[in-house]
């Protein structure tokens, strides 16, 4: 595979991504089986695990999107989640699934978790691509989770850096020259 050049080091590959997402895909098939849930992505950091994630599953569904943020243009929550465009569908009754990319602090899905439940979903399960156990500060954990990883920055399959570095097909840390040129 050639890396990326503001890439230092592939942290999971397109294979690796491409197996344990399916592993994980095909038990949430299982578990929602009979049922007809509305898979919530959460963008923009969501959406080429969210397009890889579905497509393991077999029930009926219907997808919505939700745009958050807690994250300015650096690399340090801010500490304010805004919702900046609101689901389409209406969650009451519903069985949620939020698909994240990664849970970090745990900002973002304990409020998003919390505000679907008020809005009346009958469940809300958290599916997500990485987890940062050691920088949770709120008690929130995923229901389903792809790899637990180290605290460092990580850009590739769906997360950036400043917008950057999203549609590249791994996971990887970028070298410290990039943020110098910031
Ligand atoms: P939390 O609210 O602190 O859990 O942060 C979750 C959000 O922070 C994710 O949805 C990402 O947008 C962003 N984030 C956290 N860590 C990283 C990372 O290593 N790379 C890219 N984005 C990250
Ligand atoms: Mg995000």
Not at 53 to 59: G, V
Not at 128 to 134: A, G, S
Not at 140 to 166: A, K, M, S, T
Request: hydrophobic content about 40%; aromatic content about 10%; charged content about 30%.
């Amino acid at each position: 595979m050639n890396k990326h050049p503001d890439f230092e080091r592939i942290m999971l590959t397109e294979e690796q991504l491409k197996q344990r997402v399916k592993e994980v895909a095909l038990a949430v098939d299982e578990e929602y089986e009979g049922k007809r849930p509305l898979v919530v992505g959460i963008l923009k950091g969501s959406i080429i695990f969210y397009a890889d994630f579905i497509r393991f599953l077999t029930m009926p569904l219907e997808l919505d999107f939700m745009v958050v943020s807690s994250y300015g243009s650096g690399t340090v929550s801010s500490g304010k989640l805004h919702i900046k465009k609101d689901l389409d569908r209406d969650v009451a009754g519903r069985d949620v699934i939020i698909v994240e990319d990664i849970i970090d602090s745990g900002f973002t899905l304990a409020n998003l978790k919390a505000l679907l439940l008020e809005r009346g979903a009958a469940s809300v399960k958290i599916v997500t691509l990485l987890n940062k156990e050691d920088r949770r500060e709120y008690d929130i954990e995923p229901d389903y989770n792809c790899f637990d990883i180290e605290n460092e920055f990580v850009v590739g399959y769906g997360l950036d850096y400043d917008e950057q570095y999203r549609h590249i097909p791994y996971i990887g840390i970028l070298k410290p020259s990039v943020y110098e040129k910031k």
